[in-house]
C-alpha cells in the first residue's frame, strides 16, 4: 500500500549554493535522504519509500554532475507527474560573487569548471538550470543566509512535525567519570549537600525516594532547581528554535549515583510537565563501587 502521507523533496540548484548543508538539514528533519542518486533511478526509489510506513519524508539531492543530467531529470518529473507521486522540487541558488568564494573557501572545482574560469563554469551552469527553476517549487537564494539561517527556512517550510518532535535529554553523571561527551549544557551540582555522607542513603542511588528527599530537603537545592528551571526554560527554547532535534541538558556530581540523578529526574518531570518530550540517562549510577568522595 503505497504512503499518501509522505513528503518526497527533490533538493537542486546550482553548485555550492547549499545542497549539502540541506542534505543534513532534512536529515535533522527525519527525512530518509539521498544524495546524487541518479534521475533514472528516482522513480524507483520514490516507488519503495512510498511502500514504506515508517518512512514520512524522503529527500531526493541532485545536482549537475553528468553529461545527460538535465534531460533525465526534466523526464523524471515527468513521470513522477505522470504516476502520481507528489513531490516538491526545492532550488537552491546564490549571486556569482558568493559563490565564487565559497569555491575559493573551500578550495573545491565546480562540476563544470574543468578546462575554464571559475566564473565562467557558474555562468554556464546557471544558464543549463534556468528552465529548472523555472518548474521548482520553492527557491531558496542562500547568497546572505548563514547555515543557521537556512536550517531555520528549511525547517519553516519542511518540518515533519508530527513525526520528528523536538526532545530534551537529561542526562546525570559523575564528574570523576569524565564529561558527557555530547552535552549542549552541563551543569555542575557538586557543591549541594552529599547523601554519600549518610549512613542509611550512601549505598542508594538518587532514584531512591529517600535519597531525594534528602537531597531537595536542603533550601539551596530547591533554590537551585529554581533557578535551573527558569535558565533552561529560556535557554532550550533557543535550541528549539536554531532546529536542533534534541537538546543535551548534563547534570553532574562527583559519582553521579545522588545529587545529579535526583536533578536530571526533577528536571526531566519540570519538562514533561511543560508538554515537552523529555528522557532521562543516568549514565554513571551502577558505578556504585566505592561510592563518592
Not at 531537595?216 to 535558565?231: C, D, H, I, K, Y
Request: proline share 6%.
Amino acid at each position: 500500500m503505497a504512503n499518501m502521507a509522505l513528503r518526497f523533496i527533490i533538493i537542486t540548484g546550482q553548485s555550492g549554493a547549499g545542497r549539502s548543508e540541506a542534505i543534513r538539514a532534512f536529515e535533522d528533519l527525519g527525512y530518509f535522504c539521498v544524495d546524487n542518486l541518479p534521475p533514472s533511478l528516482a522513480p524507483k526509489f520514490a516507488e519503495l519509500v512510498q511502500r514504506s510506513p515508517d518512512i514520512h519524508g524522503a529527500a531526493l539531492g541532485m545536482d549537475i554532475r553528468g553529461g545527460s543530467f538535465f534531460p533525465e531529470l526534466e523526464l523524471m518529473l515527468d513521470e513522477f507527474r505522470a504516476a502520481g507521486i507528489p513531490y516538491q522540487l526545492l532550488y537552491l541558488e546564490a549571486d556569482e560573487e558568493t559563490l565564487i568564494h565559497r569555491y575559493k573557501l573551500s578550495r573545491r572545482r565546480h562540476p563544470l569548471e574543468s578546462g575554464s574560469r571559475l566564473v565562467d563554469a557558474i555562468r554556464r551552469e546557471r544558464a543549463a538550470l534556468e528552465e529548472l527553476r523555472g518548474r521548482a517549487d520553492l527557491v531558496i537564494d542562500t547568497s546572505g543566509l548563514t547555515p543557521l539561517q537556512l536550517r531555520q527556512r528549511l525547517n519553516d517550510a519542511f518540518r515533519l512535525v508530527e513525526t520528528v518532535p523536538f526532545q530534551v535529554r537529561l542526562v546525570s553523571f559523575g564528574f570523576k567519570h569524565g564529561l558527557p561527551k555530547d552535552a549542549d549544557l552541563v551543569f555542575d551540582v557538586r557543591f549541594l549537600p552529599n547523601p554519600h555522607y549518610v549512613a542509611d542513603l550512601s549505598a542508594r542511588t538518587g532514584a531512591d525516594p529517600a535519597v531525594e528527599e534528602y537531597v531537595m530537603g536542603f533550601p539551596q537545592s530547591r533554590e537551585t532547581l529554581v533557578r535551573l528551571e527558569a535558565l533552561l526554560d529560556y535557554l532550550v527554547p533557543q535550541f528549539k528554535n536554531e532546529g536542533k532535534p534534541v537538546v543535551t541538558v548534563a547534570v553532574g556530581c562527583t559519582g553521579g549515583q545522588h545529587r545529579s540523578v535526583v536533578f536530571a529526574n526533577q528536571l526531566s518531570r519540570h519538562f514533561q510537565e511543560k508538554g515537552e518530550t523529555a528522557w532521562v540517562e543516568h549514565r554513571d549510577i551502577d558505578r556504585m563501587a566505592g561510592g563518592e568522595p
